[in-house]
């Protein structure tokens, strides 16, 4: 076979490879707990070595804003995953890029539906699902316009101060924390009487 023969064949079967080729969609894969920025760099790294950039494209972490306040006052930005425990991954699936996603450190495997096994026991493996174009799209518009959250250290029985608003200088006691509100209650001395007041969580330092 002639040189030029050759090359038309090697043409034709990555044409052939290019047109079977699944399109991409977006993968939510579970991993351990606390691994996900591990994992991302490990699969990018296997990547790397298994030559799967025609397959494997993205892998993403999706985070918002937060500020974390500490007990003292000071403030510390930084950021919250909107999924812990959850990469997503941006691929053209087949098995060799399954392969490669599911062996990597610290993946537990696809979100997927279970598939019972024809024979033998067990549960059977999970199919793959991928997100809908709607669904990826709502998951990083979320990270990507979500405002900064504030988060506090302070719990329940901790003295503060309050430092702005129409209590500003009273002293209290925390009673209740709601971190997914960015609120706590405390008690406040008013006229003599303990009162009941809800506080955001940058209005008030801890004191003592």
């Known amino acids: 076979m002639s040189s030029i023969d050759e090359?038309?064949?090697?043409?034709?079967?990555?044409?052939r490879k290019a047109q079977a080729k699944e399109p991409a969609r977006w993968y939510a894969v579970q991993v351990a707990s606390g691994c996900e920025n591990r994992v991302k760099i490990d699969l990018n790294?296997?990547?790397h070595s298994f030559g799967m950039g025609d397959r494997i494209y993205q892998i993403e972490i999706p985070q918002t804003?937060?500020?974390?306040?500490?007990?003292?006052?000071?403030?510390?930005?930084a950021e919250e995953k909107v999924f812990p425990g959850y990469v997503l991954v941006s691929m053209s699936m087949d098995d060799?890029?399954?392969q490669v996603v599911k062996n990597t450190p610290?993946?537990?495997?696809?979100v997927g539906s279970e598939q019972k096994r024809g024979y033998g026991r067990g549960r059977g493996h999970v199919k793959p699902l991928p997100l809908s174009r709607?669904?990826?799209?709502?998951?990083?518009?979320?990270?990507?316009?979500?405002?900064?959250?504030?988060?506090t250290d302070l719990t329940e029985g901790d003295k503060i101060m309050v430092m702005s608003?129409?209590?500003?200088?009273?002293?209290?006691?925390?009673v209740e924390v709601s971190p997914e509100r960015s609120k706590l209650k405390a008690l406040l001395s008013i006229f003599g009487r303990d009162t009941p007041v809800e506080l955001e969580f940058n209005q008030v330092q801890r004191q003592g």
């Open 7 to 15: 090359e038309l064949d090697d043409d034709f079967e990555e044409g």
């Open 45 to 47: 790294q296997r990547i």
């Open 65 to 77: 804003p937060t500020i974390r306040l500490k007990k003292d006052g000071t403030k510390t930005p």
């Open 96 to 98: 060799d890029a399954w």
């Open 106 to 110: 610290n993946v537990i495997n696809f």
């Open 134 to 151: 709607g669904e990826a799209d709502r998951i990083f518009k979320q990270a990507l316009e979500q405002e900064a959250v504030v988060k």
């Open 165 to 174: 608003g129409p209590f500003k200088d009273f002293a209290g006691e925390v």
